[in-house]
């Protein structure tokens, strides 16, 4: 097996990697793939859709 994937992987995973065994590698990439896509700006025409959706819902209401 590779060392320095083990360092890698060992500076980003917590404690709870362990339990993960030869998972945990797959566990980091799925957590840093989940904040990456965390930080991402919503793009300004699904905001629009929502915007639209919410006074679409509030006038079926009135």
Do not use: C, H, W
């Amino acid at each position: 097996m590779d060392d320095s994937k083990e360092k890698i992987g060992s500076e980003v995973s917590g404690p709870e990697d362990d339990l993960l065994g030869s998972n945990s590698e797959i566990a980091v990439k799925l957590r840093q793939f989940y904040t990456a896509i965390q930080e991402e700006e919503i793009p300004e025409k699904f905001l629009d859709l929502l915007e639209k959706l919410d006074k679409a819902e509030q006038g079926s209401q009135s």
